[in-house]
């Protein structure tokens, strides 16, 4: 009982060390945030707590042009992203020999390949084809490292689908496209949204090729927020209330498909 109790114990505090260390940057950005004139040189409340940089960030139209192309870029990636994860991850999940295995780890081995090294080919593409400065142009640059993530994490859920049910519906008429859009995703529509949800931070949150492809029509938050850097001077309470309200539209995001998620799960449960 006793040495039940230390486990227990040591349990709490990792978890406590754990929730620590992850949400203390975003803790000390909000303690930045509501700071005055002068920031906190040591890890502390400020003397001074107002809510003008959030006001300011509010009343300035750039904050919310980069906000509304932040989530429109997202949503566009993470169409196409799923769209294009679907069929895929469906194929690798119920074929096995070794053509497919060796494509599915060449998916893995793109996804680790530095994102620097495609930026200019990606650039290059996307001027050839008119895209630059575009929503379905970043949004499109954004789905090249999403979609092999997408596909290894939406394949597991496939794994997981029952092949009996898929079996009855051939037996009873369906062809494949009517077995996988009406037998198979309802089995795995919590997987899907997860992976949507994961799809879109990582659209919403990525820096490198909004940077380059956005010139002034389509720019993001992130690249937005890197522009307060300057060799002169540094807006970090600005930064810092941006960062905060950015993180309003994933919580909306998540919040909303936590009920479909839920949803799904029952459904899921009850047809298996």
Do not use: C
Not at 86 to 97: D, G, K, L
Not at 128 to 151: A, E, K, M, N, Q
Not at 242 to 269: A, N
Request: cysteine-free.
């Amino acid at each position: 009982m006793k040495f039940n109790s230390i486990k227990t114990l040591l349990i709490i505090i990792l978890i406590i060390g754990l929730l620590s260390w992850a949400l203390f940057p975003i803790f000390y950005s909000l303690i930045i945030s509501l700071s005055g004139f002068e920031l906190p040189t040591k890890f502390g409340f400020p003397k001074e707590i107002t809510l003008s940089n959030y006001i300011e960030a509010l009343k300035d139209k750039e904050v919310w042009n980069a906000a509304w192309n932040s989530v429109l870029i997202g949503f566009g990636a993470t169409f196409i992203s799923i769209f294009t994860s679907i069929p895929a991850a469906y194929a690798f999940s119920r074929s096995n020999n070794k053509l497919s295995n060796f494509l599915l780890y060449l998916f893995l081995f793109f996804r680790l390949f530095p994102w620097v090294a495609l930026a200019f080919p990606i650039f290059y593409l996307m001027a050839r084809f008119r895209l630059v400065d575009t929503y379905w142009g970043v949004s499109i640059s954004h789905s090249v490292w999403i979609i092999p993530t997408s596909i290894w994490y939406l394949k597991g859920f496939f794994d997981m689908a029952p092949l009996e049910l898929e079996e009855s519906a051939l037996v009873d008429g369906a062809n494949p496209i009517q077995v996988l859009t009406r037998v198979v995703l309802p089995l795995v529509v919590p997987g899907l949204i997860a992976v949507s949800i994961l799809a879109f931070i990582a659209s919403y949150t990525e820096y490198l090729y909004s940077l380059i492809l956005t010139r002034t029509h389509t720019t993001t938050l992130p690249v937005l927020m890197a522009g307060y850097l300057s060799e002169f001077k540094v807006e970090w309470r600005k930064i810092s209330a941006i960062s905060i309200l950015s993180s309003i539209p994933m919580i909306l995001f998540y919040s909303y498909t936590l009920s479909f998620m839920k949803r799904g799960t029952l459904t899921g449960v009850i047809k298996g």
